[in-house]
Nanobody, 124 residues
Framework: QVQLVESGGGLVQPGGSLRLSCVAS????????IGWFRQAPGKEREAASC????????YYADSVKDRFTISRENAKNTIYLQMNSLKPEDTAVYYC?????????????????WGQGTQVAVSS
């Protein structure tokens, strides 16, 4: 059974840090493109950060550049998102996603598997 389980979300003050983790079971990460997507209340879902399987190329939304870092540890079948200098606008449910990217892109958008999501709230 394919399963993705996120953890690491929570409530943090502005300027704080969190590290999200996503453990995959039922399959291995090798060969999959991965991403962290997020959805804030009343807003459309967006890709925050992604990493390609073949060359490790990364993508960061402009709003998170220089603050977030995506990584993968295939040996542990785990994906991470290190989030620093958090802002209230980073408040959202964060989902890890595995799948295949369209040629020329970085984020997985086809044949995708989704985790259940983890809530991140940034507030003083």
């Amino acid at each position: 059974q394919v399963q993705l389980v996120e953890s690491g979300g929570g409530l943090v003050q502005p300027g704080g840090s969190l590290r999200l983790s996503c453990v995959a079971s039922g399959f291995t990460l090798d060969g999959y493109d991965i991403g962290w997507f997020r959805q804030a209340p009343g807003k459309e879902r967006e890709a925050a950060s992604c990493i390609r399987s073949n060359d490790g190329r990364t993508y960061y939304a402009d709003s998170v550049k220089d603050r977030f870092t995506i990584s993968r540890e295939n040996a542990k079948n785990t994906i991470y998102l290190q989030m620093n200098s958090l802002k209230p606008e980073d408040t959202a449910v964060y989902y890890c996603v595995l799948g295949r990217r369209v040629y020329g892109e970085t984020c997985p958008t086809t044949h995708t598997y989704w985790g259940q999501g983890t809530q991140v709230a940034v507030s003083s």
